[in-house]
């Protein structure tokens, strides 16, 4: 078989008698802790329901049919293509039996480990708000993207051939005013303004609103106020309503009620509203988890009262200091990860462990095409076009894969320079499509 | 509103008091047929289930992960962006009422016409063997190829965690030895050969089998033997089994059954057997359809016994001289396509119409990277390299829109030079995605 090299066959190098350590979750922090027992003296083995890694921080792209899903997402097996002791497993974990040491699957098979890292991330949070849960569009995977996506294009059809427009088709609410709302909310007036350019709809642009609402006072509260201010404004240019202070009390199929009384029809409602931990997989780890479902850690990142059981990125209380947690986000998820694989890689040595400490590098967020803000650790922030560039340059740098960042800059630059964009594909799902 | 142009807008050029072209259907023939009258004193919509049009030819590469949906697909309103005459309807059609002019579309509403082009294309034919149209996977949709895709990708993780490798996990059964079955099989055993290579999958090569079986002697009838023998050589070294003169009765969920009685297990069958004319919509224009449901034309294309239906590309069953019919390709549908518009607009202007001619360009298959066979008009064979530089440059001409082109020269010119290659993902399916 000419594609068949005896030389990397992972059944020399993935010798048996080295220690097994099964890593569940291929996310940012999953995939930074197998790269860190890459082509060490261990067994590793990625469990992910997904067999692709997904770029999370461009999901909006996706979902504003700026990007394609392939563009985002990679295979879990090519990243560690060239790491012989690094294992894929496609499935889904049922239970952790921890005084055994072994995972049960879904398929009712059992997988042994010396070690387990649980990297399940975070999925949308609904706060228990009535019909969220059902009606409204999470953007936590490329599924969700993809349906929000084929929503949002299917609503600008049906616009146009209703015989009066009604209120509803046009109108789409972003619940959430952090980065994901600030991006998904400009992105998606992009998407409506270039679709009725380019592609001729016969729509009256006036009747098209994308509004944002939070309960906050302003948008991106991780920021400072300035950069809140800047965001507002890009926005509000680019069409977007924006209301602060709105309490959402419940959510229907085409509509969302507020705490006020006010009913509010919307062909789509987006939630960005904010993250609780992945399934019940992570809280069934310990009696008593933290807030949001997070299971609590030990300061080198082992869950409480563990020797062998480890948890990074959002599924974990990843300590900040000694009264604070780290927030939700990718670098703690990277920067747990790569920290969780040292100190995995000193346990089986028998060296002392050490604590994890969060280097903070800033936080960024795009609000449309030459228009972004930073935040730089050191205080500043940094806005307008070299915001943008900077975080281009930084979401290039972390996508996975030299092709996928290859395809993702050319889509970019094809946007940039507005010539006819985006694959506006209603890609439908199996069971509609013949 | 900043996107909104109205020196562009659909409602003025669109003018009630031009007469009204409907064309169901969005593939070549339906697109060409779009272009023909493109900025001519008609109104024209295209009526189509999806909001795209699929560059067919390609589909192999998508089920084989070579190229993403987004790169042989293409939103047919863009495509039409400055022609503000052409609009896009996504719809269906319930039927067509000939006496009234109108069509009634699936929602109930009803569209009228002046001319109606018939343009639903075709669709894989199981010629009624058992289990064929439940079990066997066409190539004919994008939604055809990531289910494919899929298929593949899953039954490779599956048989690597199987602790025996059970034979039924790692065949696969092409089923007919035409362009698409041969480009299907060498694609196939491709992707196996790269996934087990690049992805580090624990399986021995020696397990997987791709094997093409054809009723007719021979592999691509419609060219000449030396083709024909070439693309068996060229196959057989990418480690394609062929068998000729096999027919088959039955197929089941996992496998498939021959006249012989011989009984084959295979984690998939494709079916690449033949085509038929799409849907019952074609047949029900006339009392006594063509061979495979095509509807009879007269020289001009319009359906016969009408003076403002046509009907043209792979539902036509279109003249190719006195005697014979033209071939369900490509070519024959953009040029039908073409054809019928300028009749169109000739009946229109009350002159008299001419009878269609094909004109025979070649035909071109390919069988792997650098291997491919070209029949030339004039009788003449290009095989190997400069047939797959032929076959590359007409494919690419013919993509709809200089994006899609650079994306898939991009894609290919990576796979050409072997880089990880291939957006290997499983994207599943909404009622199974979370």
Redesign the interface.
Known sequence: ?????MA?S??IE?RADLPHVVIIGGGFAGIATARGLAKKPVRVTIID????HTFLPLLYQVATAGL???DV???I??I??DA?NV?????RVRLVDQRENRLVLEDD?VLAYDHLVVATGAIASYFGIPGASRYALPLY???DA??LRNRV??AL?RAE?ASEHSSVALHFVVVGGGPTGVETAGALSELI??????????LD??Q?RVKLVDLAPRLLTAFPESASTYAKKELER??VDIEFGRSVVEVEEHAIRFSDGERLEAAAVIWAAGVTASGTLAQDLQASPGPSGRVRVTPDLRVLESANVWAVGDAALVPADHESFCPQLAPVAIQSGKHCARQLLRVLKGEETEPFRFKNKGIMATIGRRAAVAKLPVGGVIKGTLGWVAWLALHLWYLV???NR??VM?NWT?RYFD??SG?????????T??
Chains 1, 2 share one sequence.
């Not at 294992?87 to 499935?91: D, E, I, N, T, Y």
């Open positions: 078989m000419l594609y068949w090299d990397i992972p059944k993935n329901k997904h067999n692709f394609e899903p392939a997402a990679y295979p097996r090519t560690f293509g012989p294992r894929f497993r496609h499935a098979s995977s490329l599924a993809r349906a294009l299917l059809e051939v303004g270039i679709a009725i350019k380019r592609d001729g709809l016969d642009p006036s098209v680019m069409g894969g030299f092709r290859l395809r050319i094809w010539w006819p694959p506006r594909l209603i890609v439908a799902d199996a069971e499509a013949d």
